[in-house]
Nanobody
Framework: QVQLVESGGGLVQAGGSLRLSCAAS????????MGWFRQAPGKEREFVAA????????NHADSVKGRFTISRDNAKNTVSLQMNSLKPEDTAVYYC???????????????????WGQGTQVTVSS
């Protein structure tokens, strides 16, 4: 049984930082592309960042580029999202997702991710 469990969300003031983590179990972690998506109230779930199986390639949405950084540890089966310079518009539920053998140019395709966590709330106050 595959499980993705996010942690690290919370309430932070604008300009602050948070680090989200996702612990994966029940899958061969190193064979999965890992991604972070987010969903704000009344909006569709959107891509935030993704990282290749080896960790050598990453992709970040334009809205977070330069502020957020995705990383992974294949020895610990974890993927993280370091979020700096947070803005009120970053407020959302953040989801960890896993997809098998997703190529770099398909990182942003939500439909290719087959496993999803339950999400963690991030709230940024102004």
């Amino acid at each position: 049984q595959v499980q993705l469990v996010e942690s690290g969300g919370g309430l932070v003031q604008a300009g602050g930082s948070l680090r989200l983590s996702c612990a994966a179990s029940g899958l061969t972690f190193r064979t999965y592309t890992m991604g972070w998506f987010r969903q704000a109230p009344g909006k569709e779930r959107e891509f935030v960042a993704a990282i290749s199986r080896s960790g050598s390639s990453t992709n970040h949405a334009d809205s977070v580029k330069g502020r957020f950084t995705i990383s992974r540890d294949n020895a610990k089966n974890t993927v993280s999202l370091q979020m700096n310079s947070l803005k009120p518009e970053d407020t959302a539920v953040y989801y960890c997702a896993a997809g098998p053998y997703i190529s770099d140019y398909d990182f942003r395709r939500k439909s290719l991710y087959v496993y999803w966590g339950q999400g963690t709330q991030v709230t940024v106050s102004s």
